[in-house]
Nanobody, 123 residues
Framework: QVQLVESGGGLVQAGGSLRLSCAAS????????MGWFRQAPGLEREFVARIGWSGSSTYYGDSVKGRFTISRDNAKNTIYLQMNSLRPEDTALYYCAATTYASVTDPTLYRYWGQGTQVTVSS
């Protein structure tokens, strides 16, 4: 059974930083492309970042480009999202997800999802 467990969310002031982690089990992690998405109340799920199986390929949503960094450690079956210069509009529930597709940002193409970790940025 595949499990994705996010951690690292919390409350932070605008301009601050957080680092999210997502620990995976039950899948061949080193061959899975992974992504981060977020969803604020009343809004659709939004693509944040994705990373290829080797970690050499990354891609970001326009709203986080230059502020967030996605990375992975295949030895630990874990991906990370370093979030800097946080803004109140970054407030959302953040999810990690796994896909067998390469280079996708469509959430419907991600098969496995975690339960999410809440990030709240105060102004």
């Amino acid at each position: 059974q595949v499990q994705l467990v996010e951690s690292g969310g919390g409350l932070v002031q605008a301009g601050g930083s957080l680092r999210l982690s997502c620990a995976a089990s039950g899948l061949i992690f080193s061959t899975a492309a992974m992504g981060w998405f977020r969803q604020a109340p009343g809004l659709e799920r939004e693509f944040v970042a994705r990373i290829g199986w080797s970690g050499s390929s990354t891609y970001y949503g326009d709203s986080v480009k230059g502020r967030f960094t996605i990375s992975r450690d295949n030895a630990k079956n874990t991906i990370y999202l370093q979030m800097n210069s946080l803004r109140p509009e970054d407030t959302a529930l953040y999810y990690c997800a796994a896909t067998t597709y390469a280079s996708v940002t469509d959430p419907t193409l991600y098969r496995y999802w975690g339960q999410g970790t809440q990030v709240t940025v105060s102004s």
